[in-house]
């Protein structure tokens, strides 16, 4: 069992390129997200969906696009990278999306460090 | 304000020691609250979820105060293997991470 699969796990990408990050889950689960994480600042929320053809913004959507095809993949797009982009991103999944605890455990990709130079 | 805040730490204790995270939050309607840990350059795992009656799992701890917007992590007989950063995470729409605590466990 995978769990949650990311690619590429390292990225060097110039200013004004665009990319596609890959996120895969075998788990069946519904939800599915992209965070962010910088020095100081925490994961925070881009996108997220709550099942195939819904997504939806989070914190910080801006110059990122996402879509959910299928309920397995869940890839976000780098239209066109700035340095500001650079950080490291975490796709997650979970059962559901709903408060309480039960099924919402999220489980993490291993992370793509981006460098945009 | 940040919607999760908690103090960045680092704690640095000896093994065995007894440490304590503290974690506030601002949106009064958020409903679950959880505790995850990351390792130095790995993604983050569900260490506990955290119940308003409180909850133990082994020398771990956590509790809620909603009155106070409040969540704590203790952990006892600290080992060298729980040095790693904690997260202190709630979810009222969507989930919302706080910027982490990182501790160190010395020998």
């Known amino acids: 069992n995978a769990g949650v699969t990311q690619t590429p796990k390292f990225q060097v990408l110039k200013t004004g390129q665009s990319m596609t990050l890959q996120c895969a889950q075998d788990?069946?689960?519904?939800?599915m997200s992209w965070y962010r994480q910088d020095p100081g600042m925490g994961l925070r929320l881009i996108h997220y969906s709550v099942g195939a053809g819904i997504t939806d913004q989070g914190e910080v959507p801006n110059g990122y696009n996402v879509s959910r095809s299928t309920t397995e993949d869940f890839p976000l797009r780098l239209l066109s990278a700035a340095p500001s982009q650079t950080s490291v991103y975490f796709c997650?999944?979970?059962?559901?999306?709903?408060?309480?605890?039960?099924?919402?455990?999220?489980?993490f990709g291993q992370g793509t460090r981006l460098t945009v130079v | 304000r940040k919607e999760v805040e908690q103090d960045p730490g680092p704690f640095n204790v000896p093994e065995g020691a007894t440490v304590a995270f503290n974690c506030t939050y601002s949106n009064s309607a958020s409903q679950s609250f959880f505790w995850y840990r990351q390792d130095c350059r790995k993604e983050p795992k569900l260490l506990m979820s955290v119940y308003s009656s409180g909850n133990e799992d082994g020398r771990f701890t956590a509790q809620l105060n909603r009155a106070s917007q409040y969540i704590s992590l203790l952990i006892r007989d600290s080992k060298l293997s729980d040095s790693a950063t904690y997260l202190c995470?709630?979810?009222?729409?969507?989930?919302?991470f706080g910027a982490g605590t990182r501790l160190t466990v010395k020998p």
């Open positions: 995470v709630v979810n009222s729409n969507d989930m919302r």
């Open positions: 788990m069946n689960h519904e939800y």
């Open positions: 997650a999944s979970s059962y559901s999306k709903g408060v309480g605890g039960a099924g919402t455990e999220a489980f």
